[in-house]
């Protein structure tokens, strides 16, 4: 029988693959046998992601996430260099933990533009003609934030609202395509992103609060990386505008 979670000879291309999520979606999908575009800013940190691949044919881009066109651009550059992308997801990201006494404008329009603007970039390039396979699946790793927020997470809730809010739509207008759009909602993962919420609420808070909400544990980059293999899989081909939460057995509340 066929394994449908294979990804043999898709070309995916994963922004963030330098560290945390990205580097465990990354490595995930170079094992089921993809060929990876791993998406960043450093490229250091990108060659150490891409020394630990299985497989060969992978490619490193570099990108800035305050440059929306060169971002834009840059599916060019996979799909010249490496084919059609079958699957492209949006991991990098950042987070700020602070009260709306202490918002900073532009500091949060940055935080918006890396979480929201860069997947709208990301995805206007894709979806262009000739850079994408038929059946391409589009993942954005997104927030129950977005979903449920929580105090001092009203900046970076809203990126991640924003988030799922074009998932839903652009999967009815892509559909008639063949091109899938889906997002992962996790709670707290433990990568070093979740160390802003811990400073904010203080690490006994911070013990008490995962305790609490999450009987089955904290959530591993590894368990964000097999939902992501699931949505670019041929297994989830009928799947599209799902928000897939994932909270460890607890209700909903803020992640990083």
């Not at 000879?9 to 089921?32: L, M, P």
């Amino acid at each position: 029988m066929t394994d449908t979670m294979l990804l043999n000879g898709k070309v995916i291309a994963v922004t963030g693959a330098s560290s945390g999520i990205g580097r465990a979606i990354a490595e995930n999908a170079a094992k089921a046998g993809a060929k990876v575009a791993c998406c960043g800013r450093n490229r250091e940190k990108l060659e150490t992601v891409m020394g630990s691949l299985a497989g060969d044919g992978h490619g490193l881009f570099l990108f800035d996430s305050a440059d929306l066109p060169g971002t834009e651009a840059m599916t060019t550059e996979i799909a010249k260099a490496m084919g059609p992308m079958s699957g492209m997801v949006h991991s990098a990201g950042t987070s700020a933990t602070r009260l709306l006494r202490d918002t900073d404008y532009e500091a949060s329009m940055k935080l918006f533009q890396i979480n929201f603007m860069v997947f709208l970039a990301l995805a206007k390039g894709a979806c262009r003609r000739g850079r994408y396979a038929p059946g391409m699946s589009v993942v954005g790793i997104s927030s129950i934030a977005g979903v449920s927020p929580d105090a001092g997470l009203s900046v970076y809730s809203a990126s991640k609202a924003a988030l799922n809010a074009s998932i839903k739509a652009l999967s009815k207008e892509y559909a008639p395509r063949g091109i899938r759009f889906n997002a992962i909602c996790p709670s707290f993962v433990n990568t070093p992103m979740t160390d802003g919420f811990r400073a904010f609420l203080g690490e006994d808070a911070f013990k008490e609060k995962i305790e609490k909400n999450m009987p089955l544990g904290m959530i591993e980059a590894d368990d964000i990386a097999n939902a992501a293999r699931f949505f670019l899989s041929d297994r989830s081909r009928r799947i599209t505008g799902a928000l897939l939460e994932i909270t460890g057995g607890g209700g909903a509340f803020c992640s990083m």
